[in-house]
């Protein structure tokens, strides 16, 4: 029997130009992170549907995020189960605080959480990717 764990963190970023290029670095982040930690079940929420469409669709992308998403789909070998699953932004509440309250940590903070007894091992994340704070 295995175990779920829920993980949330902020890692902050320069020179993000666009909300869906963050969203695209918080599924690259998440999964370096779980493939770190040795897990091979990964389930990666996030509220930004364009990123999510996109990292689940095989097809070429021709967008801005092409060379993220391209890096995410290269990822995917590291994993038995990988699913990107698009939530509400209601659902996504604590990632939003995460951001806006990540903008003042130096460096990356993650919390764990050890969640529910499962048959397999199963690491369900979210990582929220921000810009750095200009405060003085």
Not at 7 to 34: K, N, Q
Not at 53 to 79: G, P, T, W, Y
Not at 111 to 132: G, H, N
Request: hydrophobic fraction near 50%.
């Amino acid at each position: 029997m295995g175990v779920i764990f829920m993980v949330a963190g902020t890692i902050p970023h320069r020179f993000v130009p666009s909300p869906e290029v963050a969203e695209a670095y918080v599924c690259i982040d998440a999964l370096m992170l779980a493939r770190d930690a040795g897990f091979n079940s990964v389930i990666i929420e996030g509220d930004a549907l364009i990123v999510i469409n996109k990292v689940n669709c095989r097809e070429a992308d021709r967008s801005v995020l092409r060379s993220l998403v391209k890096q995410i789909h290269s990822m995917r070998a590291f994993f038995i189960s990988l699913t990107f699953s698009h939530v509400v932004r209601t659902c996504n509440a604590v990632a939003h605080l995460l951001a806006r309250e990540g903008r003042d940590f130096p460096g990356p903070k993650f919390w764990v959480e050890e969640a529910a007894l499962r048959d397999k091992w199963w690491f369900y994340i979210f990582v929220v990717s921000c810009p750095i704070s200009n405060k003085d």
